[in-house]
DNA sequence: AAACAAACCTGTGCGC
DNA sequence: TGCGCACAGGTTTGTT
């Protein structure tokens, strides 16, 4: 499922094949990906607008345009964007397909239909798409104050899963990278947030970093449903430095005794290694 | 404040 | 082989 890493991914293939360019032509195939304003919304707002800057806080894409709003998309579980050829066939639960003025289209496809597209104006976040007003620091781009952190795990009493999930608390952190963070670390999912003393907290800021980084150096993590690939319909490689997340029984490869054990935390589906997480 | 559950969807993969 | 059903997950909303 996209998360930071992934959705990082789709903004570089974006930024490199939508910044400057104009949308000729936009056609939505289903108003429900449009449910937060309308379908005549979101062609009135991309048609003739050029495309700035492409930009990207948490799981959200922002793409910045010269009419002074803003296009906000956001993948949720089974979202796709997708640049093809003028002439290319659009896949099966394509919502929005949207030519540009090079003869190439981009394409907005989910079959879950939970993802969305919006086009908001920027001065009017806080009204128009609150959740993004609302979102924490995103580690890719705004790197992570330690001190910071320290201060937000202390004061938000919680299991640090649910935390690391919280997108008020870090933009970008979904459950597969949770997991993996929490592995990285040496911590248990289910630990509290307040009281792990200074080392751990360390471990933690690195492992929030190392992981999400290293996870967009690699493509992003495709999982064996194939939902999530980058704007050229590739996947990524991440899955396959996956220590913990969907490997139950294999052996922990930071301590080499334990068994990958998964458990329900936070109501999301958790592997942690019960001997070296604590 | 935080924990929990349900809702939104549909493709996949399992058990029988 | 085919059918039915639980499950997956990001986020919001509502309840305890």
Do not use: W
Not at 132 to 150: M, T
Not at 169 to 183: L, Q, R, S, T
Not at 224 to 244: C, I, L, N, T
């Amino acid at each position: 499922m996209p998360e930071a890493p992934e959705v990082e991914v789709v903004r570089l293939g974006l930024a490199s094949g939508l910044t400057g360019r104009r949308f000729a032509e936009v056609a939505v195939g289903r108003d429900r990906v449009v449910r937060r304003t309308s379908r005549t919304a979101l062609i009135a707002g991309l048609t003739g607008a050029r495309v700035d800057e492409v930009d990207r806080h948490g799981k959200y894409l922002i793409i910045g345009l010269d009419t002074g709003r803003s296009a906000m998309i956001h993948l949720r579980m089974s979202g796709q964007v997708l640049l093809v050829d003028g002439d290319a066939g659009a896949p099966a639960h394509t919502h929005v397909d949207a030519r540009l003025d090079d003869g190439r289209r981009m394409l907005f496809v989910d079959p879950r239909t939970f993802g969305e597209v919006v086009v908001f104006d920027p001065m009017r976040v806080a009204d128009e798409v609150p959740e993004l007003a609302r979102l924490g620091p995103d580690p890719l781009r705004d790197g992570l104050d330690l001190a910071a952190l320290r201060a937000g795990l202390r004061s938000r009493r919680r299991a640090l899963k649910p935390l690391l999930l919280d997108q008020s608390f870090i933009a970008g952190i979904g459950n597969i990278y949770a997991d993996e963070i929490c592995h990285r670390a040496r911590l248990r999912p289910t630990r509290r947030s307040d009281g792990l003393g200074l080392a751990a907290e360390r471990r933690l800021a690195s492992a929030i970093v190392d992981v999400l980084r290293e996870a967009v150096a690699a493509g992003g993590s495709t999982l064996s449903d194939a939902q999530y690939v980058g704007v050229d319909g590739r996947p990524g490689e991440f899955q396959r430095e996956h220590r913990v997340h969907a490997r139950p029984g294999a052996r922990c490869s930071t301590c080499g005794r334990g068994r990958i054990r998964r458990s329900t935390v936070a109501q999301r589906g958790t592997y942690h290694c019960p001997v070296c997480q604590r």
